[in-house]
């Protein structure tokens, strides 16, 4: 199985703060990477896919970027509604695992 | 716009077999592209990926349930399904089902449906 490894795993941010959350992949996944966004008792949110393409609907101030093992999640201004855990996901290979997650909480 | 829903017992006993439903709406099981999955969530902990079904009846599991799982689709009634046998209190878990898109080479999951909590307990 490949194994994601998401940092960091708890994050404390102000509003307007940029955020960068890395996933690393236990090996090369090309740019099969999606992220996600999760707030409590509900389901996952996609916003990202194929590493840096932004789901439609999604604000432009997330953005992904990486490909091979490497990955980043980055919200450039954070915003009140953007508290929440983040979750990245390989989609290269079966069985498709997630990360640990990072939960984003206010300062 | 496809959407999901679960449905089945929120309650199952110990050495008992999970079952839960997703119904598909908005669109149709059979359209190509489409794999159609479960994933559950342990309280408090990350995702796992428990396996899909593309409507052929091809299946994928996750080898780490591949013993005690099933997974089934009826097209004509546009749902799918989700049997986990043996259960113990470690399977007590939201679960999720939810497309797995594939498009040229890229694949995603979206929608999510709302997720149901499954407590194992006697």
């Known amino acids: 199985d490949i194994q994601l490894t998401q940092s960091p795993s708890f994050l404390s941010a102000s509003v307007g703060d940029r955020v960068t959350i890395t996933c690393r992949a236990s090996?090369?996944?090309?740019?099969?990477l999606a992220w996600y966004q999760q707030k409590p008792g509900i389901a996952p949110k996609l916003l990202i896919y194929a590493a840096s393409t932004l789901q439609s609907g999604v604000p432009s101030r997330f953005s992904g970027s990486g490909s091979g093992t490497e990955f980043t999640l980055t919200i450039s201004s954070l915003q009140p509604e953007d508290f929440a855990a983040y979750y990245c996901q390989q989609l290269e290979s079966y069985p498709l695992t997630f990360g640990g997650g990072t939960k984003v909480e206010i300062k | 716009q496809v959407q999901l829903q679960e449905s089945g017992p929120g309650l199952v006993k110990p050495s008992q077999t999970l079952s839960l439903t997703c119904t598909v709406s908005?669109?149709?099981?059979?359209?190509?592209?489409?794999?159609w999955s479960w994933i559950r969530q342990h309280p408090g902990k990350a995702l796992e990926w428990i396996g899909c079904?593309?409507?052929?009846?091809?299946?994928f599991y996750n080898p780490s349930l591949k013993s005690r799982v099933t997974i089934s689709v009826d097209t004509s009634k546009n749902y799918f399904s989700l049997k986990l046998s043996s259960v113990t209190a470690a399977d007590t878990a939201v679960y999720y089902c939810?497309?797995?898109?594939?498009?040229?080479?890229?694949?995603?999951?979206?929608?999510w449906g709302q997720g149901t909590l499954v407590t194992v307990s006697s």
């Open positions: 908005g669109g149709s099981i059979s359209s190509g592209g489409n794999y």
């Open positions: 090996q090369g996944i090309s740019s099969s």
């Open positions: 939810a497309r797995e898109r594939r498009h040229f080479d890229w694949n995603w999951v979206d929608p």
């Open positions: 079904i593309f409507y052929s009846g091809a299946t």
